[in-house]
Nanobody, 121 residues
Framework: VQLQASGGGLVQAGGYLRLSCAAS????????MGWFRQAPGKEREFVAA????????SYADSVKGRFTISRDNAKSTVYLRMNSLKPEDTGIYYC???????????????WGQGTEVTVSS
């Protein structure tokens, strides 16, 4: 499985960004796509996840109501729409796959290269 994340950038607080993660070579062991982020000096943390089949999603409490994860199966691409961005949302955002919903980074199998998001105050 190969994952290509894109869409990061510099945005002012209150603004929005949409991240994309294009997947190729998916297998049944990669039925869920998740987004994680890592701020400087901090551990990688779970942001959101979605199942390729069905409509199940999961969000970290810190992003509920502001971020929306969605997918386009025809394009094998998962999106993360991030609204009302805050400086604390700053970090490198990674997409990753796993067989079923998980929130621990070390349980995910394949990772994209990350895309950097910077939110200025």
């Amino acid at each position: 499985v190969q994952l290509q994340a894109s869409g990061g950038g510099l945005v002012q607080a209150g603004g929005y960004l949409r991240l994309s993660c294009a997947a190729s070579g998916r297998t049944f062991s990669s039925d869920v796509m998740g987004w994680f982020r890592q701020a400087p000096g901090k551990e990688r943390e779970f942001v959101a996840a979605i199942r390729w089949r069905g409509f199940t999603t999961s969000y970290a409490d810190s992003v509920k109501g502001r971020f929306t994860i969605s997918r386009d199966n025809a394009k094998s691409t998962v999106y993360l729409r991030m609204n009302s961005l805050k400086p604390e949302d700053t970090g490198i955002y990674y997409c990753a796959t796993v067989a079923d919903f998980r929130v621990k980074a070390d349980e995910y199998n394949y990772w994209g290269q990350g895309t950097e998001v910077t939110v200025s105050s």
